[in-house]
């Protein structure tokens, strides 16, 4: 065979005067490049560590340090105060001179005070970062102890630093007052429970404020001061690890190509350059070259979720699953037509050119072989129930070549399936958007392993996509790292007037390996059962995505609201109009601005929202009393989403107060009570120009999509949006075929409704909706299975 022959190193022959052994000369020329570049790559690794590692100070100025105290030797100043005289006396005797003994106590000072500086910047940056009182203030207003502090920030941020140079200066995430939690809660289901219900759950908040609370914060207040987070921790545990149930639509999540734009219609380019592009952000990723994402330009967020966005698997475990992550990992496998490959990314101690990797993944198209009995839907096992795949992992995969396959895949920098069907957005198609969503965020349920940090995802004609597991990190760490890639591949790789990938090709590279399976009957029938749940899942996803176009950000802010609150709100009077009433609204709050934090709920459903909705249905309101009541409900929005972004939300610390009881054995009905309040209504926002490597005022054809997840509750909605440019808003809607409260089509038209009517609030004259209120009828609703 071809690959064979191409992959032995070296050959011998027996001979009666002993071995003769025949190099190959390529070979070994591969070897030494990858040597080379290992080695490189952990100068530039130990280099970068060592400049995040003193930062905001750099080696040179140890060099500084040491120059000054070494000069003082020869003055009459003693700057140390005598510390370099003790640190003399304390030296070995006997191996050097006097004068020696002297310069080597000075460098040693000079290090210890340059350390001691060191670590005064950092907590004195600590410091400053710990005050959020400029989130607070008015757009547009700022105080000036708030450009003191911003002059302070830059002062002691030093100059260009490196993805991690912060890490350490981040401030821990505060815990919150049982009192100030237990009282903003009772606020926020206020407008939801009627008095009876609500003087329930404020006998109960009271009571446990009372008794078990102060014993169980004590507790978490000593995990806070102990542990680098005291949320982010239990969050992947419990939320996400400990869980059973599949995680295809439940958990994971999908991103979107470019919306309107595809650079190329050959997939197998397309994945070429997307490919080379990931490999050039991982690289950078590695020696921690990526600039720090920093609020305003100069509040820096933390980097930690980014460190596994490669090289990471979640291993199914019988009672919870681990996430794994290895470095380096220097292959992909890849998924056709219920085939497993194996693609080595390097060659000769380079990364390949897209080109070369255009070639691999055409040598896969045009392999002809048939999947491996079980081979076909080996994947489903990822999408359905975690403890049957524990099991069978445990079972089937621990040894032969199943074990080696598994690693293969587990081990591998990411997963790519190169699909065949077509996807992406399509004007003159009706639900293009929906279909696409769909295949991203379930697939054929064995087409994609979910359990892998990340599936890429190519459709013949061109359009990618990706399924994230939610488990490692949230949605703006994937998004960072596909902003990159979409800037990449568009304005710097490029592709030939003929659609393929620039550069030349080495036809001397080994094709792709195909895995090896064996996959026994028993197997079979596991993988057949977890595809079965998987299908029924995707089958009830009812997906919508709506595209509005009428008015933006732009026009938004002329209304001087914040764009997110204007959205919730409208989020809102579509709920109330879908279904008649209000419900529990989780909205996601970043909580970056302290070291290791994850996310935060926003409970979007507020007392000033409820009214506000009322009195737009109302038609004795006059628009001036709704426009008030709108501008109270959205100020409220702001001042809750910046007290989650600040550490002081609501449903983290309740968490961890829960989680505390039930380490302690402490029985609490009012947590209880609120772990389990459903969330009918899930949104969240995706965002974008992290990087602002696009100019979209110069291309504004080159947005993305966004991104989506399934829905939360049985009979509720998931609602991800993202704000692109001036003049698009763009809505992931998903609920449950299976529910007969539910309809994202009708949801949509809902939103686009409410939409129009809050703008109407701020130029009455400007328009007239024309759109009908769409409470009960919706399309017609597909019959689950179909």
């Not at 120059?67 to 510390?83: K, Q």
């Amino acid at each position: 065979m071809a690959e064979a022959h191409q992959a032995v190193g070296f050959e011998f022959t027996v001979r009666p005067d002993g071995a003769d052994i025949k190099l190959s000369q390529e070979v070994i020329k591969n070897i030494y490049l990858s040597g080379v570049t290992a080695w490189r790559k952990r100068a530039i690794q130990f280099k970068n560590g060592v400049l995040a590692g003193v930062y905001p100070a750099s080696p040179s100025s140890w060099l500084i340090v040491v120059i000054a105290m070494i000069s003082t030797l020869y003055t009459r100043v003693d700057l140390s105060l005598g510390m370099i005289d003790l640190i003399k006396e304390n030296l070995p005797r006997g191996y050097m001179s006097v004068q020696t003994g002297k310069v080597l106590s000075a460098i040693l000072f000079a290090t210890l005070l340059w350390l001691f500086l060191i670590y005064l910047l950092r907590y004195s940056l600590k410091a400053l970062l710990s005050y959020h009182a400029w989130i607070f203030e008015s757009h547009g207003k700022m105080s000036s102890s708030t450009k003191l502090w911003l002059s302070l920030i830059k002062m002691f941020s030093g100059r260009r630093p490196l993805l991690y140079s912060f890490q350490a200066s981040l401030p821990r995430l505060p815990l919150p007052s049982v009192d100030d939690t237990i009282d903003r809660y009772l606020e926020s289901v206020h407008a939801l429970l009627d008095d009876k219900r609500y003087k329930q759950m404020e006998t109960l908040a009271n009571d446990f404020r009372n008794t078990s609370a102060p014993q169980l914060q004590r507790y978490l207040l000593l995990k806070s001061w102990w542990a680098t987070n005291y949320v982010s921790d239990w969050w992947e545990e419990y939320i996400y690890l400990r869980g059973r149930s599949p995680i295809m639509v439940n958990s994971n999540f999908y991103v979107m190509d470019l919306l309107y734009i595809t650079p190329t219609q050959r997939q197998t380019a397309r994945a070429g350059n997307v490919v080379h592009a990931m490999l050039q952000y991982r690289r950078k990723l590695e020696r921690g070259e990526h600039a720090p994402l920093r609020a305003l330009g100069i509040v820096p967020m933390c980097s930690s979720q980014m460190e596994r966005i490669f090289n990471t698997t979640r291993i199914p475990g019988i009672e919870t699953d681990i996430v794994q992550h290895l470095s380096d990992r220097k292959h992909l496998v890849v998924y056709h037509r219920g085939r497993f490959f194996q693609v080595w990314l390097y060659t000769g101690g380079r990364h390949l050119l897209p080109s070369e990797l255009e070639m691999q993944f055409q040598r896969i198209l045009n392999d002809t072989s048939e999947p491996q009995p079980g081979e076909l839907k080996l994947a489903a096992l990822t999408a359905g129930n975690r403890v049957p795949w524990a099991r069978a992992r445990l079972k089937y995969f621990s040894q032969g070549v199943n074990k080696a396959s598994l690693q293969a895949v587990e081990s591998s920098a990411f997963f790519l399936t190169l699909d065949d069907e077509a996807q992406g957005y399509d004007p003159a198609k009706t639900g293009s958007l929906d279909g696409y969503a769909k295949s991203l965020l379930h697939g054929k349920c064995y087409d994609r392993w979910f359990d892998k940090s990340f599936t890429l995802i190519s459709y013949t004609n061109g359009k990618m996509g990706i399924n994230t597991e939610h488990s490692w990190a949230d949605a703006p760490i994937i998004g960072h790292m596909w902003e990159y890639v979409l800037a990449t591949d568009c304005f710097h790789l490029g592709y030939t007037e003929e659609g393929h990938c620039k550069g030349d090709i080495n036809k001397g590279i080994p094709p792709p390996a195909r895995l090896e399976w064996q996959i026994p009957k028993e197997c079979r029938e596991t993988i057949e059962t977890s595809y079965v749940l998987a299908k029924q899942i995707a089958d009830d996803v009812d997906f919508h995505g709506c595209l509005f176009s009428e008015f933006g950000k732009g026009l938004i802010k002329k209304c001087r609201t914040s764009p997110d609150a204007f959205i919730q709100l409208a989020l809102q009077l579509a709920q109330f109009r879908d279904q008649g009433g209000f419900c529990l609204t989780y909205e996601s709050s970043m909580t970056r601005m302290f070291r290791e934090g994850r996310t935060e709920t926003v409970r979007s459903c507020t007392s000033e929202a409820v009214a506000f909705v009322r009195a737009m249905e109302e038609e004795d309101k006059t628009n001036g009393t709704r426009l008030e009541l709108f501008r109270k409900a959205a100020d409220k929005h702001q001042n809750m989403y910046r007290l989650a972004m600040t550490g002081s939300g609501i449903d983290r610390h309740l968490f961890c107060l829960y989680i505390m009881s039930k380490y302690l054995r402490m029985d609490s009905p009012f947590l209880k009570q609120v772990l389990s309040e459903p969330w009918k209504l899930s949104t969240s926002q995706t965002p974008q120009q992290q990087l602002n490597l696009v100019d979209i005022n110069k291309f504004p054809r080159y947005v993305g999509a966004g991104g989506g997840f399934g829905p939360v509750a049985d009979d509720g909605y998931g609602v991800s949006y993202i704000i692109v440019g001036e003049d698009l808003i763009t809505f992931h809607i998903s609920s449950k075929f299976s529910s007969s409260e539910t309809d994202s089509f009708r949801f949509g038209q809902n939103i686009r409704k409410a939409m129009l009517d809050i703008q109407s609030l701020f130029k009455p004259t400007n328009h007239k909706t024309e759109l009908p209120l769409m409470n009960g009828v919706g399309r017609r609703k597909q019959v689950v299975g179909t």
